[in-house]
Nanobody, 126 residues
Framework: QVHLVESGGSLVQAGGSLRLSCAAS????????MGWFRQAPGLEREYVAA????????YYADSVKGRFTISRDNAKNTMYLEMNSLKPEDTAVYYC???????????????????WGQGTQVTVSS
């Protein structure tokens, strides 16, 4: 089973950019669909973006569409989330997750994903 570690979270001003990384080890990375979730205090975990095993299909929540870009490099066993035009409402802990069964990226839920990273904090100041 793959092990996931996120990095790249930080404090940034509104309008700024960040790139999150999710490094995978211990498994066959390209057999997993990958996703990003986020969770703000007191709120449910939100499905932010997802990418298919070969990177050909992506999904974005409406709240981030046009601002965030998900990508993966299977040769490096790493997934990325490029976040631009950040807003204070993007503040959350961001989690990467891997799914061995998900086929339709837009249909993913928390329960679709088998493996989770520990999370990385993104704080956007106004």
């Amino acid at each position: 089973q793959v092990h996931l570690v996120e990095s790249g979270g930080s404090l940034v001003q509104a309008g700024g950019s960040l790139r999150l990384s999710c490094a995978a080890s211990g498994g066959t990375f390209n057999t997993y669909a990958m996703g990003w979730f986020r969770q703000a205090p007191g709120l449910e975990r939100e499905y932010v973006a997802a990418i298919s095993r070969r990177g050909r299909v992506t999904y974005y929540a409406d709240s981030v569409k046009g601002r965030f870009t998900i990508s993966r490099d299977n040769a490096k066993n790493t997934m990325y989330l490029e976040m631009n035009s950040l807003k204070p409402e993007d503040t959350a802990v961001y989690y990467c997750a891997a799914s061995s069964t998900l086929e339709t990226m837009a249909s993913g839920t928390v329960n679709s994903y088998d493996v989770w990273g520990q999370g990385t904090q993104v704080t956007v100041s106004s």
